[in-house]
């Protein structure tokens, strides 16, 4: 099955779609301030997590 | 202080003012056995019509919490809240089924560590998710590989969102949130 050997990437991609989904559903009321909220969360999951995972680089050896 | 359950008096009030068409059983503070006798005595059908739907509308924000929790999304659904009822039935499932095919470990009901109780409720929070696991994870789990262990994450996650729409959409049904 593809997901049994998804990488870490795509499976970080998939999880923060889904989490933004359900977080803009619930944070805002209007459809377009949703929209907003769903990128911008999922945009902010995925910058963070990169940023974090540099941050850890030096002490990953 | 005397409890006003205990009190026939009482009673007989909140009989008298439902007779009235009223809603004083409710809006007086007396307990439900005595909203009980008052509806027993309510002879006028529109009085006991009010009656019954103040009855219902108290027990409706829990039916529509366990509803929410069997299947994600259906109490916002019976709420009218449409966008939130397909987003969190996309998010609940899309996580527990993208985490089973990973092959995450589902937790049992019955576990020795706590940590299993803890993936336990996380797990069973996607609700109807949580009973259809071996449908998509026929293999089992291999935690061995990344790609399990985020199983795992994803299968937990799931419940967790969906518990956060329970807590919605109780809000909403009893009027606390839009």
Redesign the interface.
């Given at each position: 099955m593809a997901f049994a050997h998804l990488h870490h990437f795509p499976a970080m991609l998939i999880f923060a779609a889904l989490i933004s989904i359900a977080l803009g559903s619930l944070a805002r009321r209007t459809t377009k301030r949703r929209i907003e909220y769903v990128l911008w969360t999922f945009v902010m999951f995925i910058a963070v997590s990169v940023a974090v995972a540099w941050l850890m680089y030096p002490f990953s050896r | 202080m005397q409890d006003p359950n205990d009190n026939p008096k009482a009673v007989e009030v909140a009989s008298a003012h439902t007779d009235l068409g009223g809603e004083c059983a409710a809006t007086a503070g007396v307990s439900e056995i005595v909203q009980e006798q008052a509806l027993a005595s309510v002879s006028h059908p529109s009085a006991k019509h009010a009656l019954t739907s103040r009855i219902v509308s108290a027990t409706m924000p829990a039916m529509i919490a366990i509803t929410a929790w069997f299947l994600p999304g259906f109490g916002h659904l019976l709420l009218r809240r449409w966008?939130?009822a397909l987003?969190?039935f996309?998010?609940?499932g899309?996580?527990a089924v993208?985490g089973y095919?990973?092959?995450g470990n589902v937790f049992a009901p019955h576990s020795e560590d706590p940590f299993g109780t803890l993936g336990f409720l996380a797990d069973a929070s996607s609700g109807i998710f949580y009973l259809v696991a071996h449908v998509f994870e026929k293999s089992g789990p291999?935690v061995a590989?990344?790609?399990?262990d985020?199983?795992t994450?994803?299968i937990a996650?799931a419940g967790i969102?969906n518990m956060?729409?329970v807590c919605?959409a109780f809000q909403v049904a009893r009027g606390h949130k839009?």
């Open positions: - | 966008q939130r987003a969190f996309v998010a609940v899309g996580l993208v095919l990973m092959r291999d590989r990344a790609m399990g985020y199983g994450r994803f996650g969102i956060m729409g919605d839009h």
